[in-house]
């Protein structure tokens, strides 16, 4: 592993914590790594959190399809675009005609 030798000026008291959470044997430098894994997975949480708060969600099932007619449409889109066809549709159109 590469160590980067860069200092980082703490207080005396946030020293005298980070040595005081930290385990026997462990390193600083592995505490703090494990202090950061810690807060991404709480910030993770709490966007959770938010988004199941105020989220709009549809089913997996249908999620799934309207992935399927995104990439259906997709796919022939740029097949008319090699094939020189300059022709563009809307989302829409291309719905009603994927769906028949």
Known sequence: ???AN??????????EALSNIRPPGMSLDDTVAD???EHQKRKLERDLDEIDENGQ???WDEAKKEHMLVHRAVTAEVNEMK??????HS???????LKT
């Open 83 to 88: 094939a020189r066809k300059t022709s563009t």
């Open 91 to 97: 989302f829409d159109e291309i719905k009603k005609v």
């Open 1 to 3: 592993m590469k160590i």
């Open 6 to 15: 860069k200092k980082v000026a703490l207080t005396p008291s946030t020293f």
């Open 57 to 59: 969600f549809i089913p």
């Open 35 to 37: 202090l950061i894994i």
